[in-house]
């Protein structure tokens, strides 16, 4: 088993501080703080755990392959055996599905592997987060509607700032609305290691836009 290099652990631990800071797939406080601090276990385990062999990656594909030429059941008990007879463990199998779909490849079998019957990789047919397709720290924020005092909800949004007062936002339906005011909401949202998770939401205050003010 190679030897760790520690040179790099602190860098590791850095860039998953900002990845935590960020949101999106949160990594583990405990898996920062050992790396932050060198402790030899969780750099050993850090060693271990990472890569996909070609080896690996090759039978999963394989099976695929077989998926799509009918020569391998996609129900998910069958699929449970065929990884289990070929060594591979379920986290690695999805991993290269999910790196299938994002080349393209053997998307037919992936698509047959995670809707058949009793599938465990169900999970791969969600609609992916915003995160996912790596366009940067999104926020979440509410947008209402103050047009003649309606108070009114329309949507939960993600973006990538909030919208300053004056600003314009185009709905894919109704009229063009302009931002007319921002207030920050105090809201608990859930907890993380057991902590209760508070944070200010920005309630973004919209009414109709309309063009004679910008004359």
């Known amino acids: 088993m190679a030897e760790p290099d520690y040179r790099y652990t602190k860098v590791m631990a850095e860039i ?5 800071w960020a949101g999106g797939e949160t990594p583990d406080a405990a898996r920062i703080f050992g790396l932050l601090h060198g402790f030899e276990s969780v750099c050993r385990q850090e060693n271990e755990s990472f890569g996909i062999s070609e080896a690996d990656q090759d039978k999963v594909e ?12 996609t129900d998910g008990m069958s699929i449970k055996d065929r990884l289990r007879d070929d060594g591979i463990d379920e986290s690695v199998a999805s ?5 299938c779909l994002l080349e393209s490849r053997f998307t037919d079998g992936v698509n ?6 009793g599938s465990v990789f169900s999970h791969l047919g969600a609609r992916r987060s915003p ?10 924020m ?4 103050c047009t003649e005092g309606a108070g009114k909800p329309l949507h939960a949004v993600y973006a990538p700032a909030v919208p300053r007062v004056g600003e314009i936002v185009t709905p894919e339906k109704g009229s063009r609305m302009v931002v007319v005011a921002v207030e920050h909401v105090a809201a608990t949202i859930g907890s ?17 836009h309309d063009p004679a003010d910008d004359e």
């Not at 998953?16 to 935590?20: E, G, K, P």
């Not at 394989?62 to 059941?73: G, R």
């Not at 995160?131 to 979440?140: P, S």
């Not at 993380?192 to 109709?208: D, F, H, N, S, T």
């Open 192 to 208: 993380r290691e057991g902590r209760p998770q508070a944070c200010l939401v920005p309630y973004i205050m919209l009414k109709v």
């Open 16 to 20: 998953l501080r900002i990845q935590r």
């Open 95 to 99: 991993c290269v599905m999910e790196l």
């Open 142 to 145: 509410e947008l209402v509607d």
């Open 112 to 117: 047959a592997v995670i809707n058949g019957r």
């Open 62 to 73: 394989d099976m695929l392959e077989e998926v799509e030429a009918k020569t391998q059941s």
């Open 131 to 140: 995160e996912h397709d790596w366009r940067g720290a999104l926020h979440y």
